[in-house]
């Protein structure tokens, strides 16, 4: 699977867009951009996944740039329980593929 | 969404002992399942890939005979930690394989956080 860069950590006003950058350089045409968010002694939540197309959803929109580098997660008004750590994850889309976890990004809101 | 429960939440066994964990999709159908195990302040880290009917798959490292794995139905996958220690304790988390083509999604259940005394 290719490989993805997040910074390790963010803060966000509550009420305010937060903007989760994340970096796939090497990944291959047909990967997707998944991304989780696991709350604190909490099982992962999906969030959105997309393959080259903008995506949005009731909790997010992803938007994935046009050489498929590099992509953002956008929590349109960030409140508290949206404070987690958030994974971005490249996988090819069928089969048995596994979702290989890095060290993802924590975000914190702050009130 | 995808519901995926897991049971028990917590438990806590003497060293030497067994402890199955049971990981249930409660509205879909999942002919993959997955296994992960997150240590402290770690991230999670895939143990076994479980298909309906058929062995488990076991990432490297990881004892098959020690972490048993049965899909025997489309909705349950059970993880056994067998003769757990102390270093067994961890939060053990499944996920269930949904949808198909661009819809394909894995969906997490609430974890099982294993403590062996």
């Known amino acids: 699977d290719a490989k993805t860069t997040q910074p390790p950590s963010m803060d966000c006003a509550e009420g305010r867009a937060a903007n989760l950058p994340c970096n796939h350089s090497t990944i291959s045409g047909n990967e997707y951009v998944y991304w989780y968010r696991q709350i604190h002694s909490q099982g992962p939540q999906y969030i959105i996944h997309?393959?080259?197309n903008n995506e949005t959803n009731e909790m997010a929109s992803l938007i994935i740039t046009e050489d498929r580098k590099s992509s953002t997660l956008i929590l349109p008004h960030a409140t508290l329980r949206d404070t987690a750590v958030y994974y971005c994850?490249?996988?090819?889309?069928?089969?048995?593929?596994?979702?290989?976890f890095g060290t993802g990004t924590r975000l914190t809101i702050i009130p | 969404g995808a519901v995926v429960s897991q049971h028990p939440s917590w438990v806590i066994c003497k060293s030497g002992t067994s402890v199955k964990i049971e990981c249930r999709s409660l509205?879909?159908?999942?002919?993959?399942m997955f296994w992960y195990r997150q240590f402290p302040k770690q991230s999670l880290m895939l143990m076994a890939t479980?298909?309906?009917?058929?062995?488990?798959?076991?990432e490297q490292g990881v004892e098959k005979d020690k972490f048993l794995i049965n899909h025997a139905s489309l909705t349950l996958s059970t993880l056994t930690v067998t003769s757990a220690h102390p270093e067994d304790s961890s939060f053990y988390i499944c996920?269930?394989?949904?949808?198909?083509?661009?819809?394909?999604?894995?969906?997490f259940g609430p974890g099982t956080r294993l403590t062996v005394l």
């Open positions: 996920s269930a394989r949904a949808g198909g083509g661009a819809a394909d999604t894995q969906y």
């Open positions: 994850i490249v996988r090819f889309n069928f089969g048995n593929e596994k979702l290989t």
């Open positions: 479980s298909n309906e009917g058929s062995k488990a798959t076991y």
């Open positions: 997309g393959l080259k």
């Open positions: 509205d879909f159908q999942a002919t993959t």
